[in-house]
Each structure stands twice: as C-alpha cells, then as structure tokens.
C-alpha cells in the first residue's frame, strides 16, 4: 500500500470508498465550532488491533474493517464514505490557568454514527496529523501512547466505569520525533461525544452568548433530551452534568484511578473519563497519591478529585449564567446553590459505592466512620488498594487457599478489631454470606492495569515489535471481576523496586 500513498492526496477516497452509516450532527453547526480537517496521510499503515466487538456494537461491518483497507481508513489515508472530518474548538483551564484556545490539536472526528442500541456516537482519530489548533504540534502520536490509551481505555470499561473506548491502533510506519525518534501510531477512539467544559468556555471567553445557547441547546438534544420539557433546562443541564460527574468521580474513587489531568478541556459533559494522559491506578493506599510529572503541587491527587470536579463544574455553570437567567444575580444565585449541593451529591455516590464493596446493602449512617477507619488502616500500612478489598471479599467464605489478610496490617490487632465492627454490621441485614460474598466480587476487582506490566507491555511493543505481553495483558483486563487463576500473577502489587512511577503527558 506504500507504493500507492504518493498517489494520494489528504481526503482523497481510494477506489472503493469504506462504508460506515454515519449521520453527522456536529459538523452541521456553525463552522466556528470547529474547522474542517483532512487526516494527513502516512506511509505504511499496519493494524495492530482491532475491537471486533465495539465494532458490532456500533454497527460497522468488521469483515471490512479488519482488512487493508481498513488500515488505510483508521490510519486517515481514506476517508469512508460519509465522513466529514473536523477538528473541533475548545478552551480550558489547565492546571488553574485558563487557556482561551485550545481545540483539536492531533484528533480529528471523522463523524457520528447511531449505534445499535440507538445510542450516538463520535468516531475519531487521534495522531491523525496537525489541525489548526496544533499550535506548531506535529499531530501526531506515538505507539506507546496509543497502546497505552487503548489498554486503559478498554479497561475502563471492563470495570464498568463511563469511558471512551478504543476501536483501533494503527501503526503509522513513520517516526515521531520527542526527545528522540519513536514509532507512530493513531487510534481510533468512539465516545457518546467529544464535547467538554472547555467547548461552553471557548465561546463564553469571547462574549458570544448565542454560540454558547447553541450548544447547550445541542448538548440537551443530544445527552439529555428530557430537559427540553422542563421550565428551566439550562439549570437543568448543570445539574444533569454535576449528576454524571459525581457518579463518575466516585467511580474512580472505588478502583483507585487517578486521572492526573483533570483541566476543564477534559472535563466531558456526557460524563465519560476522556485523554488518558498521566493517568495511572493507584497501589498501596494514600489518598495524596500522584503519578503526574507535572502535578508537582498535586493539584489532581487521588483524594483532591473530588475537590477538582467541582471547581470544573463552577467553571462550566459560569459559562451558563445567562442562560440561567436574564438577570445576572439570580442566575449567579441558582448556579451557586446547585454548585454547593455537589459535594453531598458525590458523596453519596462515593458511599453507595463503598458499601458495596464492603458487602453492605443497607445505609446505616455509621457506615462512613467504618469505611473512613479501614482507610485511615490501609494508609498506615500501605497497604494494596485493589487486594485489600478483594481479600476482604474472599474472607467471607474463607478455605484453606484464602491468603491471610490481617498480617498485611502494621497493627494485626488494630484490622481485627475493624473486622469484628465489620462483621456486626452484617447482624443487621439479612442477605446470607454467599450472597454477600458475591455482591462484593462484583464490584472489587482482581485485575487492574498494574503500571509495571503496562509498561512492560508497551516496552515489548515498542522497543522489540512484540505484542504478545500486550494481548495478553488486554484478554486479563477484559475480565477484572473474575479469578482467572492461569494469569494470577497480573493481580500482584509491584515489588519496592517497581512502585516509584511517573507518568508522563503523552496522550
């Protein structure tokens, strides 16, 4: 196919153009919402992997797909009938500092398409070349990037938290150049939508109300359409967005994931975890845990999410204020009151969450002081986030391979003295312990992308072209509730030597 690529032209169909049912609805708002982009074409398009099944799920015909041509398509090379690529207009504040043009810099959506639950759904490419919100960027991505993006992403998933998914990675065969030369890839990626906090706040830094109108107005059409019968659906639609965002915070509180990177530009308004930068799931418990590099202050630590995700979500109701009402103060006072009630909305969820995965299915108000004392035990022994949690699961129905739980305590006599508390609280509802013990192994996981076997995978990939470690990391992380006894090992914490990990920005 590398001979044909001089042939091309960026948006040039080859002769037979991929059909994909896309029913493009963003494209067709005004072109201040985005710009119209071609994919740049690359050399040597290879796939590496294709999700088979998202792709049934959204309807494409995978016999197409998964070809040549399909590495030509998810590469950027040839655009599938119906595609109109653009690259989309954003601001943000990033790490506090708004930042009034960002945008599209290296994804282009290729379009839409109606799933076949009838859900919409945004299909793009990431790594598919500069746009002119590059902003003197390549566009590009690299392989371990996009390897890591899919591996986390797909995850995500499996665990059952909202995310955007990893349709394809697509090896590029050229070279990106960072501080040295590494290999090219481009993912292709599917969300309900690529619109974030940081879209309301590109129009609303420029004073243009009827843009910001505009999409909100889309936003309530596409995410949230029984707004459109209340009285006050612009109000309506902050309080439907801090809903999602504390369901979905929660969620990441209850797996130990840390984003790493939670500026309003990846703030999605659908409620989906989006750019998987400097994110990484946390090992032994300290709630100032911090992966990021660049987070030296830890503005986005693990505990200090919560925090952040209200912060994001004043930011996105001051873009609404007058929608919210023609007189600025009452709309100032509506979107305060709600803003407030944030933090009991994402507890509740928080705590939902944590009495599931303490086999409680009753709400006792207790129950905060005994999840709070198993942490404040955890933190003072480091212990492992994720196996503690699934050993507490296995103590419920214990035999002769359960491992021992308490000795991994600093103070053995301090956990018993939480378990007996723990098991009183069982005498007060009357599930039966089977019932309780599967409760729990359906909401603590076994498997997790450790950091030290995603990079070891991604350094298989990369540095040796092999993606054995890759595949099989992938298949164990599709079933993170299971025991999955033959891969065991993916569930261990690192050893002291594979703990100190840093992440970098480079999704």
Not at 143 to 171: C, D, F, K, N
Request: glycine share 6%; net charge negative; hydrophobic share 40%.
């Amino acid at each position: 196919m590398s001979a044909m690529l001089p042939e091309l032209v960026s948006g040039q169909s080859l002769p037979f153009a991929m059909p994909i049912p896309f029913d493009n609805s963003y494209a067709r708002l005004p072109e201040g919402f985005y710009t119209r982009t071609p994919p740049t074409p690359v050399i040597d398009p290879r796939l590496i992997k294709f999700n088979r099944i998202l792709a049934s799920e959204l309807g494409i015909a995978t016999e197409v797909l998964d070809t040549e041509l399909g590495a030509q398509t998810l590469a950027g090379n040839q655009l599938p009938t119906g595609a109109e690529p653009i690259a989309m207009a954003y601001a943000g504040h990033q790490f506090g500092n708004f930042v009034p043009k960002l945008g599209d810099g290296r994804a282009i959506l290729l379009g839409e398409i109606i799933d076949r639950a009838g859900s919409r759904r945004d299909i793009q490419l990431k790594g598919a070349g500069p746009t002119p919100f590059s902003r003197n960027g390549d566009g590009r991505a690299t392989l371990s990037s996009v390897l890591r993006e899919y591996l986390i992403s797909e995850s995500m998933h499996a665990l059952g938290i909202p995310t955007t998914r990893a349709l394809a990675a697509v090896a590029t065969g050229e070279h990106v150049y960072r501080e040295s030369p590494l290999p090219g890839a481009v993912l292709t990626r599917v969300a309900s939508s690529h619109i974030r906090v940081g879209t309301f706040q590109y129009f609303a830094a420029r004073g243009d109300t009827g843009s910001v109108k505009r999409l909100a107005d889309y936003v309530i059409e596409r995410h949230y359409p029984s707004l459109t019968r209340t009285d006050r659906p612009y109000l309506e639609l902050l309080d439907a967005v801090m809903e999602m965002q504390a369901k979905l915070i929660a969620h990441w509180m209850h797996v130990g994931f840390i984003h790493g990177v939670m500026n309003t530009d990846n703030t999605s308004i659908s409620g989906e975890t989006i750019d998987f930068g400097p994110c990484a799931f946390m090992n032994e418990y300290d709630p100032a845990t911090v992966f990021s590099s660049i987070d030296v202050t830890g503005r986005y630590a693990y505990a200090n999410q919560t925090r952040i995700s209200q912060w994001n979500l004043a930011r996105f109701a001051e873009t609404l204020l007058p929608l919210i009402d023609p007189d600025s103060e009452r709309a100032i006072d509506s979107a305060t009151d709600l803003i407030g009630r944030y933090p009991d909305k994402l507890e509740q969820h928080w705590l939902s969450g944590m009495r599931r995965k303490l086999g409680l299915f009753t709400e006792k108000t207790s129950d905060a002081t005994l999840i709070q004392n198993l942490l404040d035990l955890m933190q003072a022994s480091e212990a492992d986030f994720t196996l503690t949690f699934r050993r507490l699961a296995d103590t419920i129905l214990p035999n002769e391979h359960t491992p021992e739980l308490r000795t991994q305590f600093k103070h053995p006599a301090a956990f018993d003295d939480w378990t007996a508390h723990w098991q009183a609280r069982f005498a007060t509802e009357p599930q039966t312990m089977e019932e309780r013990a599967a409760e729990m192994r359906q909401v603590n996981p076994q498997f997790i992308p450790r950091n030290h076997r995603v990079e070891r995978a991604l350094t298989a990939a990369v540095e040796d072209a092999n993606f054995e470690h890759f595949e099989e990391l992938l298949t164990v992380l599709m079933r993170p509730y299971d025991d999955q006894p033959a891969f065991a090992h993916y569930a261990e914490a690192p050893g002291p030597e594979e703990r100190n990990y840093v992440t970098y920005c480079g999704t």
